[in-house]
């Protein structure tokens, strides 16, 4: 059967933005949270792991139940190679590509009035711009933007790190004339800016679900290790969140009643 449109948003959010969830769950005291603090390998114990971390010659460890490794896909693969060397060999053979994200709010008025209605577009490489999307960010989440008509787009596509080597006033011109030429936006900014994720999408290539696969059934016979990320089941934020719910799940039946020591500490958004 068929079922009937849904009255509610196509898109929901936390108020006031995603930033707030991780900050959240390391203000809740429920954790150790550690930043800046790069994990340079991962060790098997009889009790749980090992983390090695900080710089040779005086490396901290920290004895750990369990790890989750929630890091794109190349240093996912340093850090298994010793744990899950099956899975560190499939993860290096995941390609990424790097993005930039040009945020603009710009006036409303007659140079913004030609924006079209909905959320954003999606623009096909064959169309020939450097820009790949663009999400009309006041109309797409309701939020208060004090009379400003505020919208982003990303530009970076797998092999076209050319363009992301720009300095960020040039790459912000470019943005603004093809913003000019896709949605008729003529209004010059009150403010831009610029923010770079080298290597953050990875590709989904043919075979690429059986290659999870086998990632997982590495990792799977590792008790207390997991992995979740965009690598996995999802570029989108819903599915990173999904991936690290089973990683969390998947971790926490493995260790119970089985394993006993300190626990487990998080690594959040800052760390490497």
Known sequence: GTRAPSGEPVFAAIAGGVGRLPR?????????????????????????????????????????????????????????????????????????????????????????????????????????????????????????????????????????????????????????HELRALIGVTAEPVDALVTRWGGALPQYAVGHVERVRRIRAAVDRVPGLAVCGATYDGVGIPACIASAYAAADRVANSTSGDVTGPGVPAFVPGGQ
């Open 24 to 176: 959240a769950l390391a203000g809740s005291g429920r954790f150790e949270v550690r930043t800046s603090t790069t994990v340079r390998e991962i060790i098997r114990t009889p009790g749980g792991f090992h983390l090695i971390c900080a710089a040779v010659p005086a490396p901290e460890i920290v004895e750990v139940d369990a790890v989750v490794v929630a890091t794109p896909p190349s240093k996912a693969a340093q850090l298994l190679r010793g744990v899950a060397p099956a899975a560190a060999a499939e993860l290096r053979d995941v390609e990424t590509a790097s993005l930039a994200i040009v945020t603009f709010a710009f006036p409303a008025g007659a140079g913004t009035a030609e924006v079209p209605s909905g959320s954003g577009l999606l623009v096909a490489v064959r169309e020939g711009f450097a820009v790949k999307a663009v999400t009309l960010s006041s109309q797409k989440w309701p939020i208060d933007t004090d009379g400003l008509v505020l919208m982003r787009a990303s530009v970076g596509r797998a092999g076209e790190n050319q363009i992301l080597q720009r300095e960020d006033p040039a790459l912000i011109a470019l943005v603004q």
